[in-house]
Structure formats: C-alpha cells, structure tokens
C-alpha cells in the first residue's frame, strides 16, 4: 500500500519553501567537489567512457542505480544501441535506440551497412542559416531533408485519411520509428527507469516501434565538444534556443538517416515537448519529417501556476550571475557518487520522507504513484545536468509571461537578435498535428497554462486530461500508472497521426 502524504502545508507555503529548496540544493551541488564528472557514456563497441564502478556498500545499493541509460536497457532483457550525433556547433551528443522489443527479433529489411558500430562521430545537422546579427529567427537550413520550398511548401495531401502506412514511413527493420525527448535537468534514463510494461521506451518497443532516445547538450549524455571543455565557460554559453536550432535538428535527421524511415512520430515530455515546438519556429519545413507529436505537459506557457517557479523567478538573473562570478556554470551535475548518495531516498531510509516531499513540491502532491523501491534508482540518474542558462530562461518565460527567446539585456539582445527585446517563438509554426496530454495536478504546466499553449497551436488533434485528480508533472515519466493513463492513449493517438486519420481543418478535443 503507498503511504498516503498529509497536506501539512497551504499551496503558498510549500510554493515558498521549496522555492527555497531550490536556490539551497542548486548553491550545495555547484559548489560541492567529489572530483570530475565523466563524459559521455556508451557502449563497449563505441569505446566510450564507461561509469566509474562503484564499490557495493552494505547498505546494498539497487543493481540499476549505477547503470548508465544502455545498460538499464540491457538489464531489462532489450536490445540498446548507442548513437552519436555532432551537432553543427559541435557538440557530441548520445542518442539511445532500443531497436525493437524484449520478445521480438530483428525484422530483415534491405541490406544496410550500420555506420554507428565503428568508434567514430557523425554529423547530421542542418546548416547555420545564412544570416546577419546572429539572428535566426525567420531563416531557414539547407538540408537534404529540408524542402528549400520553405515553410509552404511541405505536402499536406499526406494527411489525408488512409488506413496503412507508406513504405517511406517506416524504417528498414520493419517498424515504425518514434524519437522520445526529456525535460529540464533530465536524460534518457528518464524513458527506461520502470518495469518493461511501465516504462514509456519499452511500452512503445514492444507496441513494435523503433525507439530512439535524445539527450540534450550539457547533460550527463551530452557533455562533449569537438574542441571545448566543460571547464570553459564558452561551453555553457546556451539558451532553449540552441538546442532547438542544433540539437533537436541534428537528431532527427540522424534517426531518420539511420532508420531509414522519411517520417518519424515524437514525444517530448515539458521542455523536451517545447524545444521541438521551437525547433519548428525556427526551420518551419521540419513539419515534413513528423507524422505527428505527442506533448506531455508542454512547458511553453507556465506562469499559472502558483508554485516554486513563479517564488525563484523574480531573483534568477541575480541567482545565475552569483553563481558565473564563482565559476559555476554546470546545474545539478550527474557525479559518480550519486547512485550511493541516492540510496539515502530507499524505503527503509530515515531520509526517505524528505525526498518523498521533495518530489512532490517539484511535480505536485499526491498519492505517491512511483514505487518507492524504485525512488533510489530515479535519483542516481536523475537530475542529469544541464547548464544554469537553461533554468534561467525557464523562469524568465515564467516571469515574462510570453514563450519567447532569452533575455540576455537590451545591448546584447541587439547584437543576437537585432531588437531590444527578445522575440517570441511563434506556435503557429507547428504545422503537424499534436496531441495534448496534461494534468490537473502538474505543479509546472497549469491546466490554464496548456490551455494558452492549445489555442495557440494550429493543429490540436487530440487534448487529453489524465483521469485522475492528483495525477503531477513527474508522473508522467515514472508513475506505476502512467503506461494505463498516459502511455496507452499517446500509442492510440500516434497510430492515428501515423495512419493520417486526422484532419488539419478539424480540432479533435477528447477527455
């Protein structure tokens, strides 16, 4: 039985004092040592840089907790691959496929040579837009995957009712192809920290996709660059629109050159969800390459909410300049010793309550829908790390109230974007159909939040509230009930994107 939390505190007060939390743990773990974190991690055949073992303490660690995202994968009885991706400002980043499911084989497809086993590095990005100022907000890439016909131009006869895929719309193995993206300070352990019939990466596996997994630059998967350190400063130097403009482009091309499918589906769960709405902002044509998007919690709007968000807001920018003037620009790294200090979250731990409310104020109060013998696990993987820029401009789109660019001040602003201000990402330009899938208790993304983000949104074919009240904004990666309230409408919701049962000049609103 799950051990029911008592609402001790108003709305206000747990708003307060984990917006307080939050400023405490981010100055402790910027400033803590504990030696170096380690790059990249992969498999044994890419030669990468394996987790530091840990020796096993007697307090008996959980078995997952020191696994890297491959070998979680592994260890649940399905196949992994690992992928890098360079992007064209030269970040490396790892993308984990989990080519079908536990109890399946291959599917034969036409001989193709795989070019990802051989140690090395590919480049699959758009090209930098030719542009002045730095401003890249209304070009558009050169790519082989990209019409040059621009944003008009993509084929919107393709959506037109059919009840079988097309053989451009499936990769070589057979399958359909999905891309699964994270949030803010996440990975893609995030998708694979569950049994296989609960976790999002395994259900869609063995509903017979080929899944690919992203991760962002800067988190624990995404913390090399062709020429620059993570001790530089120059590393840390980007905002949601980088990852936008490089990382999401660079890796969606990569799955669909790989798979060999022209068209993939995409989930993105808060940020993951709203960096490719940015992403198409920014190359409108890339509506070509999805059949359509499932966003659960979208966080492009969230100042409805009165939460630790909108406590941490108004003080960000002061946050972040103390922090770069000690040389901190990393936020809540993954360290090797994270898998023994997140022990101190298992059940029979006396700390066990404190993480407990902790995850709660973050995502929202409830039941406590996570297993709890899992908790450890989850917190030796999660936060991943991500740069203080990417918090910073979380909270000033909580502050400003607009789904805009950074805020970088009027003379820099200038010289990034040609305006004082920074300009808004357009909504308008997600041209594929999306599906919504929200909650009433997500203490991130109010109802009133995704509501704004709907109306904005060209195409929302589906919009769907999880059928359970206290149902929050983490349950939607780790909840033991998430695969029957969440994951099984979004299969049923892509399969109709994929078989084009949807019709761009009609809203399909189900709850």
């Known amino acids: 039985m799950r051990p029911h939390v008592t609402r001790c505190l108003s709305g206000k007060e747990c708003a307060s004092l984990v917006g307080l939390m939050v400023v ?153 192809v999905v891309f699964l993206f994270h949030g803010i300070t996440c990975s893609s352990a995030d998708y694979v920290m569950n049994d296989p019939n609960q976790a999002l990466g395994f259900v869609m596996a063995d509903a ?79 509506n070509t390459w999805l059949h359509g998007v499932a966003a659960l919690a979208p966080a492009a709007y969230m100042h409805n909410k009165q939460g630790p968000l909108r406590v941490v807001a108004p003080f960000i920018e002061e946050i972040e300049k103390s922090f770069r003037r000690s040389g901190k620009y990393e936020l ?31 995502g929202g109060p409830n039941e406590n829908y996570v297993d709890p013998n899992y908790l450890p696990v989850i917190y030796a993987h999660t936060p991943a790390g991500t740069n203080f820029r990417i918090l910073t401009h979380l909270l000033q789109i909580v502050r400003s109230q607009k789904f805009q660019a950074f805020d970088y001040g009027q003379e820099r602003n200038v010289k990034e974007y040609g305006t004082p201000s920074p300009p808004r990402y357009s909504l308008g330009s997600v041209r594929v159909p999306v599906g919504v899938f929200w909650a009433e208790n997500d203490w991130v993304v109010d109802p009133k939040d995704v509501a704004l983000t709907a109306s904005e949104l060209p195409w929302v074919a589906y919009n769907y509230k999880v059928p359970l009240k206290d149902f929050n904004h983490l349950d939607f990666m780790w909840a033991e009930n998430a695969a029957e309230l969440v994951y099984k409408p979004v299969l049923e919701y892509l399969r109709k994107c994929e078989q084009r049962e949807f019709h761009h000049n009609h809203q399909n609103n189900y709850y």
């Not at 008009?152 to 499936?170: A, F």
């Not at 990852?243 to 989930?267: F, H, N, T």
């Not at 979250?345 to 404190?354: A, E, G, I, W």
């Open 208 to 286: 017979g996709y080929d899944v690919w997994i992203g991760n962002i630059r800067g988190n624990f998967y995404g913390r090399r660059h062709v020429s620059l350190s993570p001790e530089e400063e120059k590393f840390w130097d980007f905002t949601w629109s980088e990852p936008a403009r490089y990382d999401v482009p660079a890796m969606l091309s990569y799955v669909m050159k790989v798979s060999g499918s022209k068209k993939v589906s995409y989930v993105g769960h808060s940020m993951g969800a709203s960096l490719l709405f940015v992403s198409l902002h920014l190359y409108p044509v890339m």
């Open 332 to 362: 809540l790294p993954l360290r090797p010793e994270r898998p023994y200090l997140a022990h101190l979250c298992s059940p029979l731990s006396f700390l066990n309550p404190v993480c407990s409310f902790i995850h709660f104020l973050i």
């Open 24 to 176: 405490v743990v981010a100055a402790v773990v910027a400033h803590a040592g504990g030696g170096e974190v380690p790059q990249i991690l992969g498999a044994e055949d890419l030669n990468l840089e394996s987790l530091p073992k840990l020796s096993r303490s007697k307090r008996n660690l959980h078995p997952h907790a020191r696994l890297p995202t491959p070998e979680l994968i592994r260890a649940r009885g399905y196949p992994a691959e690992v992928h890098q991706v360079v992007t064209e400002d030269k970040y490396i980043l790892e993308i984990h496929r989990i080519p079908h499911g536990r109890h399946e084989s291959p599917v034969q497809g036409p001989t193709y040579k795989q070019p990802y086993h051989d140690g090395k590095t590919y480049s699959h990005t758009p090209s930098r837009p030719n542009t002045l100022n730095h401003n890249h907000h209304q070009q558009y890439p050169a790519h082989p995957y990209l019409n040059a016909g621009g944003a008009d131009s993509w084929p919107k006869e393709r959506h037109h009712n059919t009840t079988i895929l097309d053989g451009d719309d499936v990769g070589r193995n057979g399958r359909r």
